[in-house]
């Protein structure tokens, strides 16, 4: 099982934010995000960022050809 707890290192400690869903003693992995990581993880998406860059072909509602014998 894989499960993701936010935290944070200080003065050689690991702090949760919240608590673990085992009771047992249990591996864990430790990943240290930098001020840069952390940025990029709280910026918020722009609406319309994709806009002229996507597009959709007339056909996209016709039926695929692969599926033709399906109908």
């Given at each position: 099982m894989?499960?993701?707890i936010r935290g944070y290192y200080e003065k050689g400690n690991i702090i949760l934010k919240e608590k673990p869903p085992v009771d047992t003693k249990t591996e864990?992995?430790?990943?240290f995000?930098?001020?840069e990581n952390i940025s990029r993880v709280q910026q918020k998406r722009q609406p319309g960022g994709l806009?002229?860059?996507v597009t959709i072909p007339d056909d996209f509602n016709?039926?695929?050809e692969d599926l033709r014998d399906y109908q």
């Open positions: 894989f499960t993701a864990v992995i430790v990943t995000l930098t001020d806009k002229g860059k016709e039926p695929l």
